[in-house]
């Protein structure tokens, strides 16, 4: 039986999305981490080259013969272009004027302090620039005099090497997003893998198997634990009491039954008044209707029971079926019914003895309750193929023309019962027991005619 479960979520793709999400999130910000890292470290790097460019054009300015001179060194310019391929302008100026180089670079006109570089990013012959302007006092014709030396570089070099930075940082970050998303991937299936292995260790477990947990398990999960051992606990003595109850309840309802019908049979030898016979006539017949009532609805109980916790062991149908023929010999020998055992050899299944009892108890007593006197009922246990059957036969003259399933619903008797005591559970109690062990039951006339065939097949072990 499986019972529909309310189920809210996963806890597996819970974890998974939060796992998964912080890794976006990380590698979103190693990304921009690394890129603005980078992207100064590049920057700042081109500025001490710019600057490096510019002392050094700065140095071989001097005053020969009271004017200003500027013989640039090749390395000044040669090492920006050792960086890239951009075009670099110079400029080189007094508070006079433009001494040499670009005069119209868009770099600072006002004096810049000794010492103390001014960077620019300024827009020059339709692209962007870098320009460092450095600046030295020089003594011409007896005074001093600020000159400026100003080296720009134009940044399509920096842009693309800035774009391939920009490629590295997403790479770098995009990397560690699959790795992370893999242990996580990793990580959210190993922390359910204890409880994954919970479950089935208790699905595994036979129907009977009413034992506390004892698996060592994570402590959050030990909450969980200990109510399900809790919870087993309060089921085992639960149905110990159930056990208990039928026992119990058969016995009190059987015995005094038992008592008051013997009381009234010894009473119906005593009176002889007609009426007062007839009366307890009646009522001895009413205690033997309450009485197999009760028996029937109390071992259909225990049918019920037995077959919600089916325990299997190995069962001779043969032995079971012979032994309750003999049994029931007395009670057929009142109707001098012939009551015949045959088999083909031991016939075993996996089942339970006790429902397996009832069940051909219940058969062979409609074949004789329902049969007339001198007739003759045969028991055969017989191997047919994969199934184990045990058949019984009689000549009660057979179901003519009953629907034989719904003679197997409860308190469904047939029209053939007439005064026949009897409470319409025997056939039920039958096929219950017949498919609890994974078999059926076969209800029809026999083969002669005479009679029913009522055949209870189950699948061999
Ligand atoms: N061997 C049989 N021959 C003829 N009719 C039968 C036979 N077995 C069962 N029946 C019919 O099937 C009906 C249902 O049988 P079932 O054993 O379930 O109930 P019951 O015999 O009436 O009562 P009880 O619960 O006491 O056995 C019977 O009332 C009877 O009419
Ligand atoms: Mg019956």
Request: overall charge neutral; proline content about 3%; hydrophobic content about 45%.
């Amino acid at each position: 039986m499986s019972a529909a479960v309310n189920v809210s979520g996963s806890l597996r793709r819970r974890l998974l999305l939060q796992l998964v999400g912080s890794a976006a999130l990380l590698a979103a910000v190693l990304f921009f981490a690394v890129l603005g890292f980078v992207r100064t470290v590049a920057e700042e790097s081109h500025d001490r080259i710019l600057l490096a460019s510019a002392t050094s054009i700065l140095d071989s300015v001097s005053v020969q013969a009271g004017e200003i001179t500027a013989d640039i060194p090749y390395a000044a310019l040669s090492m920006l272009g050792n960086v890239s391929d951009d075009r670099v302008f110079y400029r080189i100026a007094s508070p006079a004027g433009v001494l040499t180089g670009y005069a119209d670079l868009p770099v600072a006109e006002e004096p810049v302090q000794p010492r103390q570089p001014l960077f620019e990013t300024a827009a020059y012959k339709g692209e962007t620039i870098r320009a460092v302007t450095v600046s030295r006092r020089l003594a011409a014709q007896g005074a001093p005099v600020a000159v400026q030396v100003s080296v720009a570089q134009t940044r399509t070099g920096q842009a693309a090497l800035l774009e391939q930075l920009f490629r590295s940082a997403l790479f770098l970050g995009v990397g560690f997003f699959v790795l992370a998303s893999g242990l996580a991937v990793w990580a959210a299936q190993s922390s359910i893998t204890p409880l994954r292995s919970l479950t089935e260790a208790i699905s595994r477990r036979g129907p009977k198997d009413l034992r506390p947990v004892t698996r060592p398990v994570p402590a959050e999960m030990s909450p969980l634990v200990l109510s399900l051992n809790s919870f087993i606990r309060r089921l085992q003595a639960s149905l110990a009491r159930s056990e208990d109850f039928i026992a119990e309840a058969a016995h009190r309802v059987r015995t005094p039954l038992a008592t008051v019908r013997a009381q009234a049979e010894v009473t119906l030898m005593r009176v002889e008044n007609e009426d007062n016979r007839a009366s307890l006539r009646e009522m001895i017949r009413a205690i033997d209707e309450s009485s197999r009532a009760a028996g029937q609805l109390l071992d259909h109980a225990m049918v019920s029971f037995r077959t919600d916790s089916l325990e299997r062991q190995e069962v001779n149908l043969t032995a079971l079926a012979r032994d309750l023929a003999e049994r029931l010999q007395p009670v057929a020998e009142l109707k001098d019914i012939g009551l015949h055992f045959q088999s083909d050899g031991d016939v075993s299944i996996k089942g339970d003895a006790i429902l397996l009892q009832n069940a051909v108890r219940n058969i062979l007593d409609n074949a004789i309750k329902y049969s007339g006197r001198d007739r003759t009922v045969r028991v055969r246990t017989v191997r047919n193929g994969g199934w184990g059957n045990i058949e019984v036969e009689d000549e009660a003259g057979g179901f003519a023309g009953e629907d034989t399933e719904a003679l197997t619903r409860r308190f469904v008797r047939g029209a053939n019962a007439g005064e026949t005591i009897g409470s319409g559970l025997g056939l039920t109690i039958a096929r219950e027991v017949a498919e609890a062990h994974g078999g059926r039951l076969i209800i029809e006339n026999s083969q002669t005619g005479a009679g029913a065939c009522v055949t209870l097949c189950f699948p061999l072990c």
